[in-house]
Each structure stands twice: as structure tokens, then as C-alpha cells.
């Protein structure tokens, strides 16, 4: 598997300013601790301040993880954190039929982005490599 740079650090402490929610764990493909950071206020607090320092570590685990390819990471997360109940980030990665039904459900009645929030990298991953195949 080819390894790049997938993830930004930069990026990750960005949405880590909102890390209570959970967003900086869903980036770096914890959807299970995003899911209970966005319940619990980022582990009453304690557990936002603790991924502070654990950051550098998720984005080496998201870049060894994750394929790169043409599809950037960074961009398809930041349209799906601040447009994806409009489907802005599936128009990015080629899927027109389920970016125009998000268009006109509001992300399929916000169901559709909470799904994308879970598997956003992993679709990423394997569009990049169908890419990476031709």
C-alpha cells in the first residue's frame, strides 16, 4: 500500500478548536470516539484537552492508513464539515446522483451526513485507489 501525506496536522488542530464535537476524531478516522466526543463534549473536556497533544500521532496513523490519490482529504472534509447537507463533498468526489439527492433532501435528512462523518475517509481511500489502479 502506498503511503503519502493524506492528512494535515494543520487541518486536525483547526477542527480541534471544535474538538468537543468530535470533528478532529471523525477527520483522522475515529468515528466511535468522534461519536462519543460529540455526546460528551469531548469526554466532559478532558478528553479535547488530552487530544491537543495526540494530534501528531492520529495524523501518522490517518497517513499510513489512508490511500492518496487526486481526491484531497482536506478538501472533501471541509466541504462535508461546512456544505454537506448540500452534498458539496460528493459532487467533489464524483458521485452526482447522491450529491443531487443530498441536494434536494438536506444530506438525506442530515442521516446521509452523519453516515459521511463515519465513512468519509474509507470513500476517499477507495476512490484514490481506483485512481491509483488505471
Do not use: C
Not at 464535537?21 to 460529540?38: A, D, E, V
Amino acid at each position: 500500500m502506498q503511503h503519502g501525506d493524506t492528512h494535515s496536522k494543520l487541518f486536525g488542530y483547526l477542527l480541534w478548536l471544535f474538538g468537543f464535537t468530535g470533528s478532529h476524531r471523525f477527520y483522522y478516522g475515529k468515528p466511535i470516539t468522534g461519536t462519543i466526543w460529540f455526546f460528551t463534549l469531548g469526554l466532559f473536556f478532558v478528553g479535547w484537552i488530552i487530544d491537543l497533544f495526540l494530534i501528531p500521532a492520529m495524523d501518522r496513523e490517518a497517513d499510513q492508513r489512508f490511500t492518496p490519490g487526486p481526491i484531497d482529504y482536506n478538501i472533501a472534509w471541509l466541504l462535508l464539515t461546512f456544505l454537506g447537507v448540500f452534498g458539496i463533498h460528493r459532487f467533489y468526489q464524483g458521485k452526482i446522483i447522491t450529491g443531487l439527492i443530498y441536494l434536494l433532501t438536506g444530506g438525506l435528512f442530515l442521516v446521509g451526513v452523519l453516515y459521511d462523518f463515519w465513512t468519509l475517509n474509507e470513500q476517499i481511500s477507495m476512490k484514490n485507489g481506483i485512481f491509483g489502479r488505471r
